[in-house]
């Protein structure tokens, strides 16, 4: 696949989702870098702004095959994962499962579980395997984690720990819609009941195993200059180094901001990576994997600002 055909079929997909979504234009972008950079992503927003449906009409335009897991305080390991169950009639034990077998899997309100549950999620998210009792179980080439969490709600919830959000490529916190991107949803969805379906509105596959695998590989040739390799390095380095951190991102964060970058080329046509493809990508990538220090955090400083701040200070390649 050519670098104009990985763009073309970038855009493809953001078409098949608008016809159902409206606006959330960046986060459809953040959806397809981590889809072509093999990432996972945590969408963080109010009730009632579309995230689960994004995720829907996503997963079915990129040809997905699509698994939800609600998450819940009394969930169990074995819930997402499954477990062998015996056969009486046979007398052997036969493989459950779970719905974590699946490519793109909505992990609803994930910050819901206890941390137990939450790290059935690791090996999964790390090496795309699954272990049962001993087994090794693989999973998709193609999967993917889209987890949302309520940043409103602070009683019955389970902040996830920094191993699994640093296993996330990218945080997304969404808003709430302009005035305009509003009235639209209201005029287009206001008159149904329930939760809408991405085909009601016309979202149609256009893209197969074949089409994400042949992208990824060429994604993955894409070209990264020695001088923005450093540059991320620097970015990254720089969130260790600063008072207002008191934890700084992983040397993770460096190697999946720099795939997700190639990524972003690829989707705009190109064949290299800018420092641009970086700056735009380090919010998303770096304010999940950092810890305000508590001086920062008395001062009401946060992490987006500081992040800001370390990209307008980090000097940039030309």
Avoid at 111 to 123: D, G, M, S, Y
Wanted: net charge negative.
């Amino acid at each position: 696949m050519t670098i104009e055909e990985v763009k073309a079929l970038g855009q493809s997909i953001r078409a098949e989702i608008g016809k159902a979504v409206v606006g959330q234009d960046e986060a459809i972008d953040l959806l397809l870098v981590a889809l072509f950079a093999s990432g996972h992503i945590l969408l963080e927003g109010p009730p009632g702004t579309a995230k689960t449906f994004l995720a829907q009409c996503f997963s079915r335009a990129a040809g997905l095959d699509y698994g939800r897991i609600q998450f819940t305080p009394d969930l169990l390991p074995g819930d997402i994962l499954g477990s062998n169950l015996f056969n009486f009639q046979t007398s052997t034990f036969t493989l459950t499962r779970g719905p974590i077998f699946t490519e793109l899997l909505l992990a609803d309100e994930i910050n819901r579980t206890p941390p137990k549950t939450q790290a059935a999620l690791l090996e999964a998210m790390q090496e795309r395997t699954v272990t049962i009792d001993g087994v090794d179980h693989k999973l998709s080439d193609r999967f993917m984690v889209v987890a949302t969490q309520n940043p409103i709600e602070n009683q019955g919830v389970y902040p996830l720990p920094e191993a699994q959000l640093d296993r996330f490529l990218f945080k997304y916190e969404f808003g709430y819609p302009s005035a305009e991107e509003e009235r639209r949803i209201v005029a287009e969805h206001g008159n149904r009941f329930g939760m809408p379906k991405p085909e009601e509105w016309g979202v149609t596959r256009v893209a197969d195993a074949a089409a994400i695998r042949a992208a990824a590989e060429t994604v993955g040739k894409n070209r990264l200059a020695d001088e923005v390799i450093d540059y991320v390095v620097r970015l990254v380095r720089a969130t260790r180094s600063t008072g207002d951190l008191q934890t700084g991102a992983s040397p993770r964060a460096a190697s999946t901001l720099a795939a997700a970058a190639r990524a972003r080329a690829a989707l705009d046509g190109r064949d290299f990576v800018l420092p641009d493809d970086v700056k735009a990508l380090a919010p998303a990538a770096l304010r999940h994997r950092v810890i305000l220090s508590p001086s920062a955090e008395i001062d009401g400083r946060q992490v987006d600002t500081i992040i800001a701040g370390l990209i307008e200070q980090t000097e940039a390649p030309r």
